[in-house]
């Protein structure tokens, strides 16, 4: 028997989709190559409903733009009081992150000249909000003493 899918299951597959599709077109053919039919053509659905989604290929590639930055200050560990524990978790969550995502990192600087002054806010943004998460983080050893400044 074949599984009732909702409504907001295809919905949400098909946002994902396109956000995934978004970014790989930002940083395999730049800003203005990343146009509107290639990133429903990647994300195997039409150009209507990529704008059902988003109101524009600007909206569709800055929403892409946060949730993957937002995904990257996610994964940052939060203090749990123990130091030595803690620092090896941060430092293995960030050498994955940027593993996993080394192409995109390098092939998205570049391009950063390239994109709308609203994305590169989204971009400088999300790279703040990671730093923030860390300096949070060691702030709190500074706070407890254990880490001097």
Known sequence: MRKQVSEGEIAGSTRERLLIAALDQLVEHGYRGATSRNIAQAAGVNEIT???HFASKDEL????????????RLRLPAPTGALEDDL?????ELVQSIMEDSVFIIRLIPEL??????QQSVVTQGINAVYDTMAAFFQYYQR???LNA
Do not use: C, M, N, Q
Not at 88 to 92: G, H, I, P, Q, T
């Open 61 to 72: 590639i800055t929403t892409a733009l946060v949730e993957k930055s937002e995904a990257h």
């Open 113 to 118: 000249k390239r994109l709308p002054a609203s």
């Open 50 to 52: 990529l704008f059902r």
């Open 144 to 146: 407890a003493g254990v």
């Open 88 to 92: 090896l978790r941060l430092a293995e």
